[in-house]
């Protein structure tokens, strides 16, 4: 079945820098749009980032544009998400998932996503 494995969490402090990783097998990872959400403890899931299609147009949260850059490598088959200037408020264990709507418009939704990785916890402290 088709997996998405996430990695490159841990524990950064304030101002740091983290990239995480996402590696897909068993899709046609090329058509599928790739978002990136994460979740507090004690908040719903929210979306963060997200790239429609083949290598199209990226999309970011307010409050994050700026300091995240989404990307993909469809040789790859891997999305990344690098994080700057990272600030307590982005605690949350971060999550990727793929639609196979390929320009969907709705990629801000958890539910237009078919396929959902494991999470990789990223703590940031003061």
């Known amino acids: 079945q088709v997996q998405l494995v996430e990695s490159g969490g841990g524990l950064v402090q304030a101002g740091g820098s983290l990239r995480l990783s996402c590696a897909a097998s068993r899709l046609t990872f090329s058509s599928y749009t790739m978002g990136w959400f994460r979740q507090a403890p004690g908040k719903e899931r929210e979306f963060v980032a997200a790239i429609i299609g083949s290598g199209g147009s990226t999309y970011y949260r307010d409050g994050v544009k700026g300091r995240f850059t989404m990307s993909r490598d469809n040789a790859k088959d891997t999305v990344y998400l690098q994080m700057n200037s990272l600030n307590p408020e982005d605690t949350a264990v971060y999550y990727c998932?793929?639609?196979?709507?390929?320009?969907?418009?709705?990629?801000?939704?958890?539910?237009?996503?078919?396929?959902w990785g494991q999470g990789t916890q990223v703590t940031v402290s003061s």
């Open positions: 998932a793929a639609s196979s709507r390929a320009r969907t418009v709705f990629f801000r939704r958890t539910t237009e996503y078919d396929y």
